[in-house]
Protein backbone atom coordinates (compact mmCIF):
# COMPACT_ATOMS: atom_id res chain seq x y z
CA UNK A 1 0.00 0.00 0.00
CA UNK A 2 1.14 3.43 -0.27
CA UNK A 3 2.13 5.50 2.05
CA UNK A 4 1.04 8.71 3.37
CA UNK A 5 3.89 10.45 1.64
CA UNK A 6 2.76 9.03 -1.49
CA UNK A 7 -0.29 9.78 -0.87
CA UNK A 8 0.25 13.56 -1.01
CA UNK A 9 2.83 12.99 -3.98
CA UNK A 10 -0.37 11.41 -5.53
CA UNK A 11 -2.34 13.99 -4.25
CA UNK A 12 0.20 16.81 -5.49
CA UNK A 13 -0.31 14.80 -9.17
CA UNK A 14 -3.95 14.70 -9.16
CA UNK A 15 -3.54 18.72 -8.83
CA UNK A 16 -1.51 19.16 -11.64
CA UNK A 17 -3.29 16.61 -13.68
CA UNK A 18 -7.23 17.79 -12.66
CA UNK A 19 -5.71 21.71 -13.83
CA UNK A 20 -4.63 19.85 -17.16
CA UNK A 21 -8.23 18.29 -17.56
CA UNK A 22 -9.83 21.28 -16.85
CA UNK A 23 -7.34 22.73 -19.47
CA UNK A 24 -6.80 21.09 -22.15
CA UNK A 25 -9.22 18.37 -22.03
CA UNK A 26 -6.80 15.48 -21.36
CA UNK A 27 -8.34 12.72 -18.95
CA UNK A 28 -5.59 11.71 -16.84
CA UNK A 29 -6.01 8.28 -15.25
CA UNK A 30 -6.40 10.16 -11.93
CA UNK A 31 -8.19 13.23 -12.54
CA UNK A 32 -11.71 11.45 -12.48
CA UNK A 33 -13.58 12.68 -9.06
CA UNK A 34 -11.22 15.56 -8.73
CA UNK A 35 -11.68 17.49 -11.50
CA UNK A 36 -14.62 19.53 -9.47
CA UNK A 37 -12.69 20.59 -7.41
CA UNK A 38 -9.40 21.71 -8.91
CA UNK A 39 -8.65 25.21 -9.42
CA UNK A 40 -7.53 26.68 -12.37
CA UNK A 41 -3.76 26.45 -11.84
CA UNK A 42 -0.95 27.67 -14.68
CA UNK A 43 1.93 26.98 -12.35
CA UNK A 44 3.87 23.80 -12.71
CA UNK A 45 4.46 21.86 -9.15
CA UNK A 46 6.78 19.40 -7.97
CA UNK A 47 5.55 15.89 -6.35
CA UNK A 48 5.51 17.65 -3.07
CA UNK A 49 3.65 20.14 -4.50
CA UNK A 50 6.11 22.97 -4.03
CA UNK A 51 5.69 25.65 -7.23
CA UNK A 52 8.31 24.50 -10.04
CA UNK A 53 10.83 26.64 -11.68
CA UNK A 54 8.86 29.57 -10.99
CA UNK A 55 10.42 31.54 -13.59
CA UNK A 56 8.94 29.13 -16.67
CA UNK A 57 5.19 29.27 -16.56
CA UNK A 58 3.25 27.27 -17.71
CA UNK A 59 1.26 27.58 -21.21
CA UNK A 60 -2.63 27.38 -20.45
CA UNK A 61 -3.62 25.60 -23.95
CA UNK A 62 -7.53 26.75 -23.74
CA UNK A 63 -6.02 30.06 -24.34
CA UNK A 64 -4.85 29.11 -27.69
CA UNK A 65 -7.05 29.91 -31.05
CA UNK A 66 -8.45 26.27 -31.85
CA UNK A 67 -8.33 24.36 -35.33
CA UNK A 68 -6.32 27.04 -36.91
CA UNK A 69 -3.40 24.48 -38.06
CA UNK A 70 -4.15 21.54 -40.64
CA UNK A 71 -3.25 18.08 -39.34
CA UNK A 72 0.20 17.17 -40.59
CA UNK A 73 0.54 13.38 -42.22
CA UNK A 74 3.74 11.80 -41.21
CA UNK A 75 5.85 11.34 -44.34
CA UNK A 76 5.81 7.70 -45.36
CA UNK A 77 9.28 6.85 -45.11
CA UNK A 78 11.65 6.10 -48.48
CA UNK A 79 14.24 3.33 -48.69
CA UNK A 80 17.72 4.36 -50.04
CA UNK A 81 18.74 1.70 -52.18
CA UNK A 82 19.31 -2.14 -51.48
CA UNK A 83 21.95 -3.55 -48.73
CA UNK A 84 22.59 -7.49 -47.95
CA UNK A 85 20.42 -8.66 -45.29
CA UNK A 86 23.02 -9.33 -42.10
CA UNK A 87 21.28 -13.16 -41.57
CA UNK A 88 21.42 -13.77 -44.92
CA UNK A 89 23.91 -11.98 -47.64
CA UNK A 90 22.58 -13.77 -51.00
CA UNK A 91 19.21 -11.61 -50.28
CA UNK A 92 18.86 -7.99 -50.61
CA UNK A 93 16.87 -5.99 -48.70
CA UNK A 94 15.52 -2.42 -49.17
CA UNK A 95 17.59 -0.32 -47.35
CA UNK A 96 16.47 3.08 -44.97
CA UNK A 97 18.73 5.42 -42.84
CA UNK A 98 16.56 7.27 -40.13
CA UNK A 99 18.48 9.89 -38.58
CA UNK A 100 17.37 11.04 -34.75
CA UNK A 101 18.46 15.09 -34.58
CA UNK A 102 17.37 18.21 -32.29
CA UNK A 103 15.03 20.26 -34.14
CA UNK A 104 12.00 22.65 -33.64
CA UNK A 105 8.83 22.74 -35.11
CA UNK A 106 6.01 24.88 -33.95
CA UNK A 107 3.26 22.86 -31.91
CA UNK A 108 0.64 25.50 -32.77
CA UNK A 109 0.34 28.69 -35.03
CA UNK A 110 0.34 30.82 -32.49
CA UNK A 111 2.79 29.25 -30.29
CA UNK A 112 6.82 29.74 -30.31
CA UNK A 113 8.78 26.74 -32.01
CA UNK A 114 9.64 24.03 -29.59
CA UNK A 115 13.19 22.32 -29.33
CA UNK A 116 12.23 18.36 -29.93
CA UNK A 117 14.21 15.52 -30.71
CA UNK A 118 12.99 13.45 -34.02
CA UNK A 119 13.48 10.80 -36.59
CA UNK A 120 14.06 12.06 -40.15
CA UNK A 121 13.57 15.52 -39.14
CA UNK A 122 9.99 15.41 -37.58
CA UNK A 123 8.09 15.12 -34.79
CA UNK A 124 6.53 12.22 -35.16
CA UNK A 125 9.04 10.52 -37.42
CA UNK A 126 7.87 9.39 -40.79
CA UNK A 127 6.02 6.46 -41.09
CA UNK A 128 7.91 3.32 -42.08
CA UNK A 129 5.08 0.88 -44.53
CA UNK A 130 6.19 -2.45 -44.53
CA UNK A 131 4.91 -5.31 -46.56
CA UNK A 132 4.05 -8.80 -45.02
CA UNK A 133 7.24 -11.19 -45.51
CA UNK A 134 9.44 -8.31 -46.81
CA UNK A 135 12.03 -7.85 -44.76
CA UNK A 136 13.79 -4.31 -44.24
CA UNK A 137 17.05 -2.90 -42.66
CA UNK A 138 16.74 0.71 -41.11
CA UNK A 139 20.22 2.44 -39.96
CA UNK A 140 19.20 3.85 -36.58
CA UNK A 141 21.90 7.06 -36.98
CA UNK A 142 22.17 9.00 -33.50
CA UNK A 143 22.78 12.55 -34.62
CA UNK A 144 21.92 14.29 -31.42
CA UNK A 145 23.38 16.72 -28.73
CA UNK A 146 25.47 15.11 -26.29
CA UNK A 147 23.87 16.71 -23.63
CA UNK A 148 20.02 16.06 -22.69
CA UNK A 149 17.90 18.85 -23.02
CA UNK A 150 15.07 17.43 -20.05
CA UNK A 151 16.27 15.85 -16.61
CA UNK A 152 17.76 12.91 -16.41
CA UNK A 153 17.93 11.07 -12.94
CA UNK A 154 21.48 9.64 -12.95
CA UNK A 155 20.51 7.63 -9.67
CA UNK A 156 18.32 5.20 -11.69
CA UNK A 157 19.46 2.27 -12.62
CA UNK A 158 21.30 2.11 -16.43
CA UNK A 159 21.31 6.69 -16.22
CA UNK A 160 24.02 6.36 -13.58
CA UNK A 161 26.58 9.58 -13.81
CA UNK A 162 29.28 7.71 -15.31
CA UNK A 163 27.12 6.66 -18.27
CA UNK A 164 26.76 9.03 -21.38
CA UNK A 165 23.56 11.40 -20.63
CA UNK A 166 22.16 11.01 -24.55
CA UNK A 167 21.91 7.42 -25.75
CA UNK A 168 19.65 5.71 -28.25
CA UNK A 169 18.20 2.79 -29.49
CA UNK A 170 15.44 1.90 -31.50
CA UNK A 171 12.57 -0.59 -30.92
CA UNK A 172 9.89 -1.19 -33.10
CA UNK A 173 6.67 -1.88 -30.98
CA UNK A 174 4.93 -4.76 -32.15
CA UNK A 175 7.12 -6.03 -34.25
CA UNK A 176 8.20 -10.06 -34.64
CA UNK A 177 12.17 -9.77 -34.66
CA UNK A 178 15.29 -11.59 -33.40
CA UNK A 179 16.38 -10.46 -30.15
CA UNK A 180 19.39 -8.54 -31.64
CA UNK A 181 16.60 -6.50 -33.78
CA UNK A 182 14.61 -5.67 -30.79
CA UNK A 183 16.08 -2.65 -29.09
CA UNK A 184 16.71 -4.07 -26.02
CA UNK A 185 17.40 -1.48 -23.44
CA UNK A 186 20.92 -2.30 -22.59
CA UNK A 187 21.75 -1.76 -26.13
CA UNK A 188 21.94 1.62 -26.62
CA UNK A 189 24.66 4.12 -28.84
CA UNK A 190 25.27 7.41 -28.52
CA UNK A 191 25.72 10.44 -30.81
CA UNK A 192 27.82 10.25 -33.68
CA UNK A 193 27.01 5.54 -33.42
CA UNK A 194 24.51 4.43 -35.42
CA UNK A 195 23.29 0.81 -35.75
CA UNK A 196 21.56 -1.11 -38.97
CA UNK A 197 18.95 -3.46 -37.87
CA UNK A 198 16.55 -6.22 -39.84
CA UNK A 199 12.99 -5.65 -39.88
CA UNK A 200 11.60 -9.53 -40.83
CA UNK A 201 8.21 -8.43 -41.22
CA UNK A 202 6.84 -11.72 -40.63
CA UNK A 203 3.66 -11.14 -39.03
CA UNK A 204 0.24 -9.76 -40.22
CA UNK A 205 -0.89 -6.81 -40.96
CA UNK A 206 -1.13 -4.06 -37.81
CA UNK A 207 0.14 -0.41 -37.06
CA UNK A 208 2.83 -0.85 -34.79
CA UNK A 209 5.15 1.98 -33.94
CA UNK A 210 8.65 2.93 -33.71
CA UNK A 211 10.26 4.07 -30.56
CA UNK A 212 13.35 5.03 -28.16
CA UNK A 213 13.69 2.34 -25.65
CA UNK A 214 17.08 3.62 -24.23
CA UNK A 215 17.91 2.58 -20.34
CA UNK A 216 16.73 4.55 -17.55
CA UNK A 217 16.03 7.77 -20.16
CA UNK A 218 13.50 5.79 -22.41
CA UNK A 219 10.39 8.66 -20.35
CA UNK A 220 12.37 11.67 -21.80
CA UNK A 221 13.38 10.25 -25.15
CA UNK A 222 10.36 9.33 -25.96
CA UNK A 223 8.74 12.65 -24.99
CA UNK A 224 11.19 14.45 -26.74
CA UNK A 225 10.15 13.46 -29.93
CA UNK A 226 11.71 9.78 -30.70
CA UNK A 227 8.77 7.98 -32.24
CA UNK A 228 6.74 6.89 -34.96
CA UNK A 229 4.15 4.63 -36.71
CA UNK A 230 5.36 1.60 -38.99
CA UNK A 231 2.88 -0.30 -40.48
CA UNK A 232 2.81 -3.73 -41.73
CA UNK A 233 -0.01 -4.37 -44.85
CA UNK A 234 -0.71 -7.87 -46.07
CA UNK A 235 -2.48 -9.45 -49.33
CA UNK A 236 -6.08 -10.91 -46.38
CA UNK A 237 -6.20 -6.72 -45.23
CA UNK A 238 -5.71 -5.44 -48.44
CA UNK A 239 -8.46 -7.70 -49.93
CA UNK A 240 -10.94 -5.99 -48.04
CA UNK A 241 -11.40 -2.70 -49.70
CA UNK A 242 -10.91 -0.71 -46.72
CA UNK A 243 -10.40 3.01 -46.89
CA UNK A 244 -7.15 3.46 -48.09
CA UNK A 245 -4.36 6.04 -49.91
CA UNK A 246 -5.26 9.55 -48.72
CA UNK A 247 -7.77 7.91 -46.74
CA UNK A 248 -6.09 5.94 -44.49
CA UNK A 249 -4.01 8.61 -41.60
CA UNK A 250 -2.29 7.55 -38.57
CA UNK A 251 -3.71 9.90 -35.35
CA UNK A 252 -0.72 9.75 -32.97
CA UNK A 253 -1.73 11.38 -30.02
CA UNK A 254 0.35 12.13 -26.77
CA UNK A 255 0.12 15.03 -24.12
CA UNK A 256 3.31 17.80 -23.54
CA UNK A 257 3.08 20.72 -21.17
CA UNK A 258 4.30 23.70 -22.66
CA UNK A 259 5.77 27.04 -21.25
CA UNK A 260 4.99 30.33 -22.29
CA UNK A 261 7.79 30.17 -24.50
CA UNK A 262 6.25 27.26 -26.38
CA UNK A 263 9.17 24.54 -24.79
CA UNK A 264 8.66 21.00 -23.43
CA UNK A 265 7.95 21.48 -19.24
CA UNK A 266 9.12 17.88 -17.35
CA UNK A 267 7.94 18.22 -13.78
CA UNK A 268 11.16 17.29 -11.45
CA UNK A 269 10.90 15.75 -7.68
CA UNK A 270 11.56 18.33 -4.88
CA UNK A 271 14.81 16.18 -4.01
CA UNK A 272 18.07 17.96 -5.16
CA UNK A 273 19.74 15.49 -7.49
CA UNK A 274 16.93 12.91 -8.12
CA UNK A 275 14.23 14.60 -10.46
CA UNK A 276 12.83 11.61 -10.91
CA UNK A 277 8.78 11.77 -10.70
CA UNK A 278 6.48 8.39 -11.20
CA UNK A 279 4.18 9.80 -13.82
CA UNK A 280 3.85 12.09 -16.43
CA UNK A 281 0.45 14.65 -17.10
CA UNK A 282 0.60 17.30 -19.87
CA UNK A 283 -2.59 19.78 -20.23
CA UNK A 284 -1.86 20.17 -23.78
CA UNK A 285 -3.05 17.09 -26.08
CA UNK A 286 -1.26 17.03 -29.66
CA UNK A 287 -2.32 14.83 -32.57
CA UNK A 288 0.30 14.24 -35.13
CA UNK A 289 2.74 17.66 -33.85
CA UNK A 290 -0.20 20.13 -33.79
CA UNK A 291 -2.28 21.02 -30.74
CA UNK A 292 -5.96 21.41 -31.91
CA UNK A 293 -5.45 20.39 -35.82
CA UNK A 294 -8.07 20.43 -37.79
CA UNK A 295 -8.35 17.87 -41.05
CA UNK A 296 -10.72 18.29 -44.03
CA UNK A 297 -12.09 15.53 -44.69
CA UNK A 298 -14.68 14.31 -47.69
CA UNK A 299 -18.15 12.69 -46.83
CA UNK A 300 -16.76 9.15 -47.53
CA UNK A 301 -15.66 6.76 -44.79
CA UNK A 302 -11.36 7.26 -43.07
CA UNK A 303 -9.57 4.59 -41.42
CA UNK A 304 -6.90 5.99 -39.00
CA UNK A 305 -5.02 4.24 -37.33
CA UNK A 306 -5.49 5.93 -33.68
CA UNK A 307 -1.84 5.45 -31.44
CA UNK A 308 -1.45 6.63 -27.85
CA UNK A 309 2.21 7.85 -27.61
CA UNK A 310 1.54 9.47 -23.90
CA UNK A 311 3.89 8.86 -21.52
CA UNK A 312 1.43 8.27 -18.57
CA UNK A 313 -2.06 9.78 -19.73
CA UNK A 314 -4.87 7.45 -21.26
CA UNK A 315 -7.30 8.85 -23.85
CA UNK A 316 -10.64 8.38 -23.84
CA UNK A 317 -11.95 8.88 -27.01
CA UNK A 318 -15.39 10.26 -28.56
CA UNK A 319 -16.93 11.99 -31.53
CA UNK A 320 -18.80 15.32 -31.48
CA UNK A 321 -22.59 14.43 -30.42
CA UNK A 322 -21.15 10.74 -29.22
CA UNK A 323 -21.77 9.68 -32.98
CA UNK A 324 -20.24 5.53 -33.31
CA UNK A 325 -17.71 4.84 -35.32
CA UNK A 326 -16.03 1.18 -35.62
CA UNK A 327 -13.05 -0.24 -34.40
CA UNK A 328 -11.65 -2.44 -37.02
CA UNK A 329 -7.97 -3.14 -35.38
CA UNK A 330 -6.33 -3.21 -32.11
CA UNK A 331 -2.48 -3.37 -30.99
CA UNK A 332 -1.79 -6.27 -33.53
CA UNK A 333 -3.62 -6.20 -36.42
CA UNK A 334 -7.86 -6.73 -37.84
CA UNK A 335 -10.60 -7.91 -35.39
CA UNK A 336 -12.50 -10.35 -36.04
CA UNK A 337 -15.30 -7.92 -36.83
CA UNK A 338 -16.00 -4.49 -36.52
CA UNK A 339 -17.07 -3.53 -32.99
CA UNK A 340 -19.00 -0.22 -32.70
CA UNK A 341 -18.32 2.38 -30.37
CA UNK A 342 -18.82 5.75 -29.29
CA UNK A 343 -16.47 5.76 -26.75
CA UNK A 344 -12.85 4.01 -27.70
CA UNK A 345 -10.41 4.18 -24.10
CA UNK A 346 -6.55 3.73 -25.14
CA UNK A 347 -4.05 3.15 -22.92
CA UNK A 348 -0.46 4.15 -23.53
CA UNK A 349 1.28 2.56 -26.14
CA UNK A 350 -2.04 0.68 -27.23
CA UNK A 351 -3.40 1.24 -31.17
CA UNK A 352 -6.70 1.02 -32.35
CA UNK A 353 -7.60 0.92 -35.90
CA UNK A 354 -11.33 2.98 -36.71
CA UNK A 355 -13.50 3.93 -39.48
CA UNK A 356 -15.19 7.20 -39.80
CA UNK A 357 -17.88 7.57 -42.00
CA UNK A 358 -18.80 11.12 -42.52
CA UNK A 359 -20.94 10.53 -45.28
CA UNK A 360 -24.02 13.12 -44.44
CA UNK A 361 -22.42 15.37 -42.89
CA UNK A 362 -21.46 17.39 -45.93
CA UNK A 363 -20.52 20.93 -45.09
CA UNK A 364 -20.39 20.19 -41.18
CA UNK A 365 -17.73 20.32 -38.29
CA UNK A 366 -17.06 17.57 -35.78
CA UNK A 367 -14.43 16.96 -33.50
CA UNK A 368 -12.76 14.07 -31.92
CA UNK A 369 -12.71 14.43 -27.87
CA UNK A 370 -10.58 13.64 -24.97
CA UNK A 371 -12.94 13.61 -21.99
CA UNK A 372 -15.04 15.58 -23.70
CA UNK A 373 -12.91 18.46 -25.05
CA UNK A 374 -12.16 18.81 -29.08
CA UNK A 375 -8.61 17.98 -29.58
CA UNK A 376 -9.26 17.64 -33.00
CA UNK A 377 -11.64 19.00 -35.80
CA UNK A 378 -12.83 17.52 -39.01
CA UNK A 379 -13.95 19.51 -41.70
CA UNK A 380 -16.08 17.42 -44.13
CA UNK A 381 -15.93 18.86 -47.67
CA UNK A 382 -19.60 19.32 -49.32
CA UNK A 383 -18.65 17.13 -51.92
CA UNK A 384 -16.18 13.89 -52.60
CA UNK A 385 -13.52 13.96 -54.93
CA UNK A 386 -14.83 10.37 -56.74
CA UNK A 387 -17.51 8.27 -55.22
CA UNK A 388 -16.75 6.33 -51.77
CA UNK A 389 -16.25 2.65 -52.96
CA UNK A 390 -14.49 1.70 -49.74
CA UNK A 391 -15.59 -1.43 -47.61
CA UNK A 392 -16.26 -1.72 -44.02
CA UNK A 393 -16.79 -5.63 -44.23
CA UNK A 394 -19.04 -6.93 -41.45
CA UNK A 395 -16.44 -9.87 -40.96
CA UNK A 396 -13.09 -9.26 -41.17
CA UNK A 397 -10.22 -12.20 -40.16
CA UNK A 398 -11.06 -15.52 -37.79
CA UNK A 399 -9.52 -14.82 -34.83
CA UNK A 400 -9.64 -18.26 -32.59
CA UNK A 401 -9.90 -18.23 -28.89
CA UNK A 402 -6.66 -19.88 -27.33
CA UNK A 403 -8.02 -22.43 -24.81
CA UNK A 404 -6.64 -22.58 -21.52
CA UNK A 405 -5.89 -26.13 -21.78
CA UNK A 406 -2.68 -25.12 -24.18
CA UNK A 407 -1.08 -23.49 -21.15
CA UNK A 408 1.01 -24.94 -19.97
CA UNK A 409 2.33 -22.91 -16.77
CA UNK A 410 0.30 -20.22 -15.23
CA UNK A 411 2.36 -17.56 -13.31
CA UNK A 412 1.68 -15.44 -10.71
CA UNK A 413 3.37 -11.95 -11.69
CA UNK A 414 2.44 -8.65 -8.70
CA UNK A 415 2.52 -5.23 -10.35
CA UNK A 416 3.26 -2.96 -7.09
CA UNK A 417 5.20 0.74 -6.19
CA UNK A 418 7.27 1.44 -3.31
CA UNK A 419 9.21 4.23 -1.57
CA UNK A 420 12.97 3.23 -1.74
CA UNK A 421 14.56 2.93 1.52
CA UNK A 422 15.64 6.77 1.73
CA UNK A 423 12.19 7.38 1.40
CA UNK A 424 13.35 9.55 -1.83
CA UNK A 425 11.65 8.15 -4.91
CA UNK A 426 9.14 5.20 -5.62
CA UNK A 427 10.31 2.29 -7.23
CA UNK A 428 7.70 0.12 -9.37
CA UNK A 429 8.05 -3.33 -9.43
CA UNK A 430 7.27 -6.41 -11.27
CA UNK A 431 7.10 -9.40 -9.42
CA UNK A 432 8.80 -7.50 -6.51
CA UNK A 433 12.08 -7.97 -8.39
CA UNK A 434 14.62 -5.33 -9.95
CA UNK A 435 15.84 -4.72 -13.53
CA UNK A 436 19.10 -6.56 -12.99
CA UNK A 437 18.14 -9.70 -10.95
CA UNK A 438 18.38 -12.91 -12.42
CA UNK A 439 15.71 -13.81 -15.09
CA UNK A 440 13.23 -15.34 -13.54
CA UNK A 441 10.93 -15.68 -16.81
CA UNK A 442 11.98 -18.10 -19.05
CA UNK A 443 8.84 -19.61 -21.52
CA UNK A 444 9.96 -22.47 -23.70
CA UNK A 445 10.05 -21.67 -27.73
CA UNK A 446 6.52 -22.38 -28.82
CA UNK A 447 4.86 -23.54 -25.80
CA UNK A 448 1.93 -21.53 -24.13
CA UNK A 449 1.88 -19.89 -20.77
CA UNK A 450 -0.84 -17.70 -18.80
CA UNK A 451 0.33 -14.84 -16.95
CA UNK A 452 -1.79 -13.16 -14.59
CA UNK A 453 -0.59 -9.94 -13.55
CA UNK A 454 -1.73 -8.80 -9.74
CA UNK A 455 -2.17 -5.12 -9.33
CA UNK A 456 -1.54 -3.85 -5.63
CA UNK A 457 -0.89 -0.96 -6.78
CA UNK A 458 -3.38 2.26 -6.86
CA UNK A 459 -3.01 2.78 -11.01
CA UNK A 460 -3.53 0.65 -13.54
CA UNK A 461 -0.88 -0.27 -15.56
CA UNK A 462 -0.61 -1.47 -18.92
CA UNK A 463 1.92 -4.37 -19.39
CA UNK A 464 3.42 -5.00 -22.86
CA UNK A 465 5.90 -7.77 -24.29
CA UNK A 466 7.89 -7.60 -26.54
CA UNK A 467 8.12 -10.12 -29.60
CA UNK A 468 4.95 -11.96 -28.62
CA UNK A 469 1.56 -11.24 -29.52
CA UNK A 470 -1.45 -12.55 -26.89
CA UNK A 471 -5.28 -12.60 -25.93
CA UNK A 472 -6.86 -10.89 -22.53
CA UNK A 473 -8.40 -14.22 -21.04
CA UNK A 474 -10.06 -11.53 -17.81
CA UNK A 475 -10.08 -9.58 -15.39
CA UNK A 476 -10.77 -10.37 -11.81
CA UNK A 477 -11.01 -8.88 -8.54
CA UNK A 478 -9.24 -9.84 -5.50
CA UNK A 479 -8.91 -9.23 -1.89
CA UNK A 480 -5.82 -6.97 -1.33
CA UNK A 481 -5.28 -7.38 2.04
CA UNK A 482 -6.20 -11.32 1.98
CA UNK A 483 -3.24 -10.92 -0.82
CA UNK A 484 -0.36 -9.04 1.46
CA UNK A 485 -1.47 -11.34 4.54
CA UNK A 486 -0.35 -14.28 3.04
CA UNK A 487 0.00 -14.01 -0.45
CA UNK A 488 -3.34 -16.22 -1.32
CA UNK A 489 -5.46 -15.06 -4.31
CA UNK A 490 -8.69 -14.64 -2.72
CA UNK A 491 -10.71 -13.49 -5.19
CA UNK A 492 -14.20 -10.84 -4.26
CA UNK A 493 -16.05 -10.86 -7.30
CA UNK A 494 -16.72 -13.28 -10.73
CA UNK A 495 -13.99 -12.44 -13.35
CA UNK A 496 -14.84 -9.53 -15.80
CA UNK A 497 -14.43 -11.08 -19.79
CA UNK A 498 -12.19 -8.50 -22.28
CA UNK A 499 -14.17 -5.90 -24.04
CA UNK A 500 -15.18 -6.44 -27.21
CA UNK A 501 -12.31 -4.67 -28.74
CA UNK A 502 -9.54 -6.54 -26.73
CA UNK A 503 -10.74 -10.16 -28.30
CA UNK A 504 -8.25 -9.44 -31.49
CA UNK A 505 -4.45 -9.94 -30.55
CA UNK A 506 -3.03 -7.69 -28.43
CA UNK A 507 0.48 -6.66 -27.22
CA UNK A 508 -0.16 -3.78 -24.24
CA UNK A 509 -3.02 -4.85 -21.93
CA UNK A 510 -4.36 -2.51 -19.04
CA UNK A 511 -4.05 -4.21 -15.62
CA UNK A 512 -6.62 -2.24 -13.29
CA UNK A 513 -5.96 -1.67 -9.68
CA UNK A 514 -7.28 -4.04 -7.43
CA UNK A 515 -8.00 -6.82 -10.65
CA UNK A 516 -5.96 -9.96 -11.75
CA UNK A 517 -5.47 -9.32 -15.47
CA UNK A 518 -5.20 -12.61 -16.96
CA UNK A 519 -3.64 -12.99 -20.52
CA UNK A 520 -2.97 -16.36 -22.36
CA UNK A 521 0.37 -15.91 -24.59
CA UNK A 522 2.50 -18.46 -27.20
CA UNK A 523 6.07 -17.54 -27.08
CA UNK A 524 6.47 -18.39 -30.93
CA UNK A 525 8.92 -16.75 -32.95
CA UNK A 526 12.96 -16.65 -31.53
CA UNK A 527 14.96 -18.39 -28.77
CA UNK A 528 16.69 -14.99 -26.87
CA UNK A 529 16.33 -12.22 -24.27
CA UNK A 530 13.12 -9.91 -24.53
CA UNK A 531 11.99 -7.63 -22.07
CA UNK A 532 8.68 -7.23 -20.53
CA UNK A 533 7.73 -4.64 -18.46
CA UNK A 534 5.07 -1.43 -17.90
CA UNK A 535 4.17 1.44 -20.58
CA UNK A 536 3.91 4.55 -18.36
CA UNK A 537 7.36 5.38 -19.41
CA UNK A 538 7.84 6.70 -15.85
CA UNK A 539 7.89 3.89 -14.50
CA UNK A 540 9.77 1.60 -17.32
CA UNK A 541 12.40 3.45 -16.61
CA UNK A 542 12.20 3.23 -12.35
CA UNK A 543 12.68 -0.70 -12.80
CA UNK A 544 9.67 -1.72 -13.65
CA UNK A 545 10.74 -3.54 -16.70
CA UNK A 546 12.15 -7.18 -16.45
CA UNK A 547 14.38 -8.84 -18.94
CA UNK A 548 12.41 -12.44 -19.66
CA UNK A 549 14.34 -15.77 -21.74
CA UNK A 550 12.47 -18.03 -24.64
CA UNK A 551 14.50 -21.02 -24.11
CA UNK A 552 14.98 -23.98 -26.84
CA UNK A 553 13.06 -26.95 -26.18
CA UNK A 554 14.89 -29.48 -24.41
CU1 LIG B 1 6.65 0.27 -26.66
CU2 LIG B 1 9.24 -2.04 -24.62
O1 LIG B 1 7.99 -0.89 -25.65
CU1 LIG C 1 3.18 1.06 -14.28
Redesign the pocket.
Known sequence: MRMFRTRRQFLALTRVAGSAAAAGGLLSRQAFGFMADVPMDSTPHSMTGEPLAPQRQMLNPVTLAKFVDALPIPAVMQSEGKRPNPRNRKVQLPYYRMEMTELTAQLHRDVPPTRQWGYAGSVPGPTIAAQSGQGLLIEWVNKLPSKHFLPVDHTLHGAEANQPEVRTVA?V?GAKVPPESDGYPESWHTPGQSRTVYYPNEQDASTL?Y?D?AMGITRLNILAGLFGVFTIADAAEQAHNLPSGAFDIPLIIYDRTLDRDGQLLYPVSATPGAPFVSEFYGNAVICNGKLFPYLEVQPRKYRFRVLNAANGSYFHLTLSGNRPFHQIGSDLGLLAAPVELRTLVLFP?ERAEIVIDFAGLEGQALELNTAGAGFLQFRVSKTRSAPDTSALPTVLRSIPRTPQSQSVRERILTLSEHDDAAGNSMKMLLNESHWDMPVTEKPTLDSTEIWSFVNLAGDAHPM?L?LVRFQVLDRRPFDLFAYNADKSLVYTGPAVPPDANELGWKDTVRAEPGMVTRIIVKFAGYVGRY?W?C?LLEH?DNEMMRPYDIIKPS
Open positions: HHWHHAHHVHHE
